[in-house]
């Protein structure tokens, strides 16, 4: 009985796949299932490389380790997405993916023709907040739901109490948007790119600086009801010197750099209320974040799942909380989970200073490795070794380029391999280089 309680309470670890490589990191570092999709029909329409080749490719390695993939058809699609998206849902039949995402009741429709065997689930987009929502999407047939970043823990109890038979999927780590679940209109406004078409150029994260700040005081005629005191700045956005007028009221102003969403610390009480999936945001994101990111919440979850003691978790909690600090992040916020709003990040600039990703390990014949370098390393460098399990210190010998000959220093920007010498032995494949800039 023991044994099988811990198979109905085993909770999913999903992580994005924005390119193959990504894919495949991701695996390797503990996620039990990815998600992924072409750039068309996907919210992820930049930095994304995945093809339809690419995704049949992919189906096969993902259920040759035994993990699932799921396919995004989340945009909210136009008149002129149909036929597009009609032809690749043709194509998915040869894919055997496991779901499709979707956030569209049309496009839900589509799905619904051309695959009916496949699982739906319904995307962050579609907004859901609520039971009756959700149970509405359920009686559609919807077999998951990933709730939109604004449900709080009480309102996850709530759902899972009214519809218990639906799959609930919700994010624990990754970028956060300041509009309503992602629905926002400044860079279709701004850049000419649609976020709900995938193609967001992230404006709520550009500098901007003061033109001219007036500050006066309104009353109730005209029908405005208590605003109070209203601010209004006209700023201008550094790189373009394109000119913005905000107003700012009791309620607030209307775009934000928020902080990046961290639920490590409660993954318990996400399990508890019955949470079947754990989504990392970040299709975006380096095989750096991808794979630090995934180890960080797979050793949590193991140890939660595993039933290990209270301060047992909590040592192995503290040093994945650890090792997410090392990752470029615009600081940490519990998001909604709590019912408070979370946190702005007014500076703009991300942490961390300290760490830098340098390179990922292609292979290890004794002391030496073949690698790919993102970011300048050089003989005598001490790095830090990232693997599935543990980090592991390196100091750093040659340097060879792809010719065999030895170079005073290795560089990124290029597809070409190098061979560097360390002193550790055996370092296993998909491993990743870090340096530490800032002791």
Known sequence: MKSTKKIENKVELLAPAGSPEKLKYAIKYGADAVYCGVP???MRARVNTFSEKDILEAAEYVHSVGKKIYVTLNIYAHNYHLPKIEAHLKFLKKANIDAVIVADPGVIALVKKHLPKVAIHLSTQANVTNWQAAKFWHDLGIVRIVLAREVTLADILEIRKHVPKLELEYFVHGAMCMSYSGRCILSKWMSG????LGDCTQP??????????????????GGLQNVGECKTMEVEEVQSGRPVLLEEDSHGTYFFNSKDLNLLAHLQELRNAGVTSFKIEGRNKSVFYVANVCRAYRSVLDAIEGEKTAQAISKIEKLAAKNLEKLANRGYTKGFLLGNEPEHGFGGQQSNGEFQFVGEILASDGKELTAKIHNVVKPGD?????????NIAVKIGAIYNKDREEVVSAHGGHKDIYYIKIDKNNIEPYSLLMKIINK
């Open 40 to 42: 068309d029909v996907s």
């Open 382 to 390: 001490t790095l830090e070794i990232i693997t599935k399990e543990k």
């Open 204 to 221: 709520c994260r550009w500098g901007y600086k003061a033109i001219e700040n007036v500050q006066n005081t309104k009353d109730n005629k």
């Open 193 to 196: 790119k649609s976020a709900n």
